[in-house]
């Protein structure tokens, strides 16, 4: 079993920047593929990042492309999402996950989720 809190979440000016954390425990990360996606009020949830188990490789919804940064750190069990030039309409509960078996964009193929952490950008 695998337990993720995520932190780092806030109330951000547009333009400014976050970093947000996923610490893992109860079981290293080492060899989990691990996403963040985010869910705004009234709207499905929404694929933002991941990454695969090395590291080696990333992908990133269009919307921040440039603009987030995924990275990971095997020997602390730590993800984490740095965010900058944020914009209103990033605003959400962003939440991480791990994929025992791989690593991709559709949250069904993702077997343990956070709790979440609230970010927010004001215009």
């Known amino acids: 079993q695998v337990q993720l809190v995520e932190s780092g979440g806030g109330l951000v000016q547009a333009g400014g920047s976050l970093r947000l954390s996923c610490a893992a425990s109860?079981?290293?990360?080492?060899?989990?593929?691990m996403g963040w996606f985010r869910q705004a009020p009234g709207k499905e949830r929404e694929f933002v990042a991941a990454?695969?188990?090395?590291?080696?490789?990333?992908d990133y919804v269009d919307s921040v492309k440039g603009r987030f940064t995924i990275t990971r750190d095997n020997h602390k069990s730590t993800v984490y999402l740095q965010m900058n030039s944020l914009k209103p309409e990033d605003t959400a509960v962003y939440y991480c996950?791990?994929?025992?078996?791989?690593?991709?964009?559709?949250?069904?193929?993702?077997?343990?989720w956070g709790q979440g952490t609230q970010v927010t950008v004001s215009s």
């Open positions: 996950a791990a994929d025992r078996t791989g690593w991709g964009r559709q949250d069904v193929w993702y077997d343990y």
């Open positions: 109860g079981r290293t990360l080492r060899t989990y593929g």
């Open positions: 990454i695969n188990w090395s590291g080696g490789l990333t």
